[in-house]
């Protein structure tokens, strides 16, 4: 039976474009397990209930029942997460959406900019600071665009830190996503 779809669901052109990454990293993975067991799961409707969450903003534990269980789903963003798979996504679609523009593949500028923001009650001391010439207490973040305002680099840090190290750590980001090897 299938399900009524959610605004924040994949197209199927949305999913053409992703799935082949999706499936490699699928048929890899198993490979390097010692079962071999390929799982159960659907991915693009664990790509789908991401989305879901991410623009619903609700918990884990709250996702509709006609998604994948909650611990599927965070379990392949956990993987996604720490493989780079979600970073190698990011970059692919950053490059057409630059040739689409007719743009080259790779930005010839970008750029950079700070802001602190106030930090939560719950979050641990030990990651904010105090911006003193703002006078905010809590993180920095720093994002590196492209002219297109597609983004290249983002950096989170303790407000305390000085906007020169946030500089440096996207820049570093930019060169890496520069001389690491294109999707195919």
């Given amino acids: 039976m299938e399900r009524e779809s959610y605004p924040s669901d994949l197209s199927d052109a949305q999913w053409a474009l992703i799935e082949p990454m999706i499936t490699t990293w699928k048929q890899d993975r198993v490979a390097r397990s010692a079962t071999g067991d390929p799982g159960s799961c659907d991915l693009r409707e664990v790509v789908n209930a991401i989305f879901y969450q991410n623009r619903t903003g609700c918990q884990w534990r709250y996702l509709p029942h006609d998604l994948p269980a909650w611990s599927a789903v965070f379990y392949y963003f956990t993987l996604w997460r720490q493989d780079g798979l979600d970073q190698r996504i990011q970059e692919l679609l950053r490059c057409q959406a630059r040739e689409k523009a007719r743009r080259l593949e790779d930005p010839s500028l970008v750029i950079l900019d700070t802001q602190s923001v106030r930090a939560a009650a719950g979050v641990p001391k030990t990651t904010t600071g105090l911006d003193a010439n703002k006078k905010v207490?809590?993180?920095?973040?720093?994002?590196a665009v492209d002219v297109l305002g597609l983004i290249v680099g983002v950096v989170v840090l303790a407000a305390?830190?000085?906007d020169n190290t946030a500089g440096t750590a996207?820049?570093?980001q930019c060169r890496r996503s520069r001389n690491s090897p294109r999707p195919a």
């Fill in 137 to 143: 207490s809590g993180r920095k973040r720093g994002l």
């Fill in 160 to 162: 305390s830190a000085h």
């Fill in 170 to 172: 996207l820049l570093d």
